[in-house]
């Protein structure tokens, strides 16, 4: 954890903008949340959301972007698989218009230097097939954890949000498209981290059906959460 809070500080650092950075923990029971605080008592751009108990990745991804305010969002993974030197990327796309902007491994011009194991992959790509078939055509990658937006558009969307775990990525992504947000599908680095929580043959099934509540509910009524917020 330390060392990734390091590096994060250390990058945008070097970049002479001005960031702030939430950390938000989700009821794990080791030691994440004594450090993180810790660290934050000597990085004042830094602070610590300790939600508890444990509620699942979507809630707390969405709960860190409603609490950000910068004028564009990022939400990364702690493991930092995807480096943050990639940031510039998305910024490039931001700069240029889009609303929302993604980092996406398939893409030929991606860099996957050390690549998940095979079953792993063959898994991630029937998933998006299903995932495209299911409405959010178009998108090579919904679920890597390297995704920035405006800052508006990212409350317009996760106001809206009720997925709180694995599955929020297809929430957010079919809501953009719903409200006809942009978003650039950008090629990065990326390096297989051990440790995911990830289990795909309970939580692939889980996103799918999430999917399919979501399709089945239809635009009105899944723009209708959130709202009048």
Partial sequence: MTRTLDRLAEYYDSLGLDYDVIIVNDGSK??????????????????????????????VVRRGILEAKGDLILFCDADLATPQEETEKLLFHMDRGS?????SRPLKESSLEV?????REMAGRLFNKIVQA???????DTQC????????????IF?????????????????ARDLDYTIAEVPIRWRHQ????????????RMIMDLIRLRLKGKKKRLAHGSGS
């Fill in 30 to 59: 080791d030691k994440t949340a004594q450090m993180a605080t810790e660290f934050c008592a000597t990085h004042p751009r830094f602070r610590v959301i300790d939600s508890q108990p444990n509620h699942g990745k979507g809630f």
């Fill in 99 to 103: 609303d929302i902007a993604i980092g």
């Fill in 115 to 119: 690549r998940q194991p095979f079953y």
């Fill in 134 to 140: 299911l409405g959010i055509r178009g998108i090579d």
């Fill in 145 to 156: 954890g390297f995704k920035m937006f405006k800052r508006e558009v990212a409350h317009d």
């Fill in 159 to 175: 106001k809206r949000c009720e997925v709180n775990g694995f599955g929020f990525d297809l929430e957010c992504l079919f809501i």
């Fill in 194 to 205: 051990e440790g995911s929580k990830v289990v795909l043959l309970r939580d692939g099934p």
